[in-house]
């Protein structure tokens, strides 16, 4: 009995075809996996925050004709981790300041890991009740956090910039499909929401630019003149854009203002919160926040301020109808799906059919880590930020260059006392940023800010500590000083 039944393991164990492991070498694969991202998620502090190669370099390794035959393990995982990831930004680093870069949960990391190992489809009740049941509790919570009517819904998709696309489509059909159909938003407004105009058919000369304020700010004076000299000229207004934290500067648009302005009229209100609209589970973000609620849609992304991997965006609408009268189609290959025809199927909200399982890593984490730990970790990036804002005031070599609402600090170095012109400072500030780059272990990005050449600093990892942030302000007054000396 006991050779047969080990016979009959082996047998199972034969793989079936040549596109599929043992479960020796599956298991071994995937803890050589786990085992390195352990240590590299452990190891941040000892490592660049970014580091890069030039094309040709990574053309010597990699642009080689595909293998006929299997490669060595070992051979592809010293490619992996040594050639292809470390050429890249380090998202998760505490000293990754640049963009909206975020560090995610692990019990995110190995949700996602799950959800890509079991490879369900989300897209109707019939081929995962169980994933869409989860997606759509997901969507409640954040509902929920944004104080959103229970007329609302959404779905979970690959982040704000696709979310945007269907959000554009679902107010222009609203809208009656107009043929000079006319959007808005402040020149502060990230450039995916103009790409998500341009792919819905919306003409160029029917994107306006509204002229921020000296706040960054949506000016909604300046909104409705241009409003009113468009109708004059035969343009059809639909759709205008308020944004709950820009990339650029965190700034946040008067967004009660805003919709009062919309209900007045009858315009379609989006709200951008792609960087900025998780900070609504905390109560200071709420207080920042305040009007979020009223959005006739609103994007946000879960893969920024609320530490879930790539890729994880959010829409919703205020009313449901308005994207299911879009998407919902019934055609003959989904006749099977009358099974769960009563019941919700995320396909009839969304331009995708196909559809990765990303809201587990979300569930995942919050049921394993709790709010309140999200909640303090979106609280600790704000007061960080505001302890950047207080260092640079007291400087005597730093200048503040935006007001900081959220996460995001706009600064250069400009010495008080030495009463240097725009394009002396505009070159000191570029060689500081050269020098975080190169001799630093922090990253930074740069923001234009009515034409000043700004650093841009931007707070929304969840292991970053005051140290980490003042010691890299610190670098960049050194950095300064000693660029000044060198241009003497």
């Known amino acids: ?22 479960r020796e070498q599956m298991v071994e694969l ?31 390794v990699f642009a080689k004709n595909p293998p006929e035959e299997g490669r060595d393990t070992d051979d592809i995982f010293k490619q992996v981790f040594e050639d292809i990831f470390p050429h890249a930004l380090n998202l998760a680093h505490p000293k990754c300041f640049g963009f909206v870069a975020s560090s995610p949960t692990w019990p995110s990391v190995v949700a ?12 109707t009740w019939l081929t995962a009740s169980g994933p869409t049941e989860i997606e759509l509790v997901v969507i ?12 609302a819904g959404g779905m979970l998709t690959s982040g704000s910039s696709v979310a945007s696309i269907e959000a554009f489509v679902a107010a222009r059909e609203a809208a009656g499909n107009p043929e000079r159909a006319t959007v808005y938003m402040s020149d502060q407004t990230h450039h995916a929401l103009i790409k998500a105009a341009r792919v819905v058919g ?37 759709f205008v854009i308020a944004n709950a934290g820009t990339t650029a500067t965190g700034a946040v648009d008067p967004l009660n203002s805003v919709a009062d302005y919309c209900e007045l009229k009858n315009l379609w209100l989006h709200i951008d919160a792609a960087y900025g609209g998780f900070a609504c589970v ?33 829409l919703i609408v205020k009313n449901l109808d308005t994207l299911e009268s879009v998407f919902g189609m019934r055609p003959d290959i989904l006749q099977d799906t009358v099974w769960g025809s009563n019941h919700p199927n995320i396909a009839n909200r969304s331009v995708q059919l196909s559809r990765h399982f990303r809201a587990l890593k979300l569930w995942m984490s919050v049921q394993m880590l709790g709010m309140k730990a999200f909640r303090d970790s979106i ?13 640079i005031n007291e400087s005597s070599d730093l200048e503040i260059l935006n007001p900081v609402v959220l996460s995001v600090i706009c600064f250069r170095f400009n010495p008080g006392d030495m009463l240097l012109d725009e394009q002396s400072i505009e070159k000191i500030n570029q060689v500081i940023l050269t ?23 931007c707070i929304v990892n969840f292991s970053t500590t005051w140290d980490d942030v003042r010691e890299t302000l610190q670098a960049i007054e050194i950095y300064g000083k000693e660029q000044l000396q060198n241009n003497q």
């Not at 109560?283 to 994880?312: C, M, N, V």
Request: with cysteine; charged share 25%.
């Open 1 to 22: 009995m006991m050779k047969d039944s080990k016979s009959k393991i082996q047998k199972e164990q034969t793989p079936l075809s040549p596109l599929q492991l043992t």
């Open 30 to 60: 995937s803890e050589r996996a786990v085992d390195i991202l352990v240590n590299h998620n452990l190891d941040f502090p000892s490592r660049r925050a970014w580091d890069g190669e030039f094309k040709d370099g990574l053309d010597r």
């Open 112 to 123: 996602d890991f799950l959800a890509t190992g079991f490879n369900t489809n989300p897209c």
């Open 140 to 151: 409640d919570w954040i509902k929920d956090w944004l104080g959103f009517p229970k007329s």
């Open 202 to 238: 919306i003409k160029p000369d029917c994107i306006r630019k509204i002229a921020s304020d000296k706040n960054f700010t949506l000016n909604v004076d300046a909104l409705d003149k241009q409003i009113a000299a468009d109708i004059d000229s035969g343009f059809e207004p639909i």
């Open 282 to 314: 905390t109560k200071q973000g709420k207080e920042i926040l305040g009007g979020i609620e009223r959005a006739d849609s609103i994007t946000l992304d879960a893969h920024k301020w609320f530490f879930q991997p790539y890729e994880l965006g959010c």
């Open 379 to 391: 609280e600790q990036g704000l007061t960080i930020a505001r302890q950047a804002s207080a260092y």
């Open 435 to 457: 020098r975080i780059f190169w001799d630093n272990n922090a990253f930074m990005s740069s923001a234009m800010l009515g034409g000043v050449f700004s650093l841009r600093m």
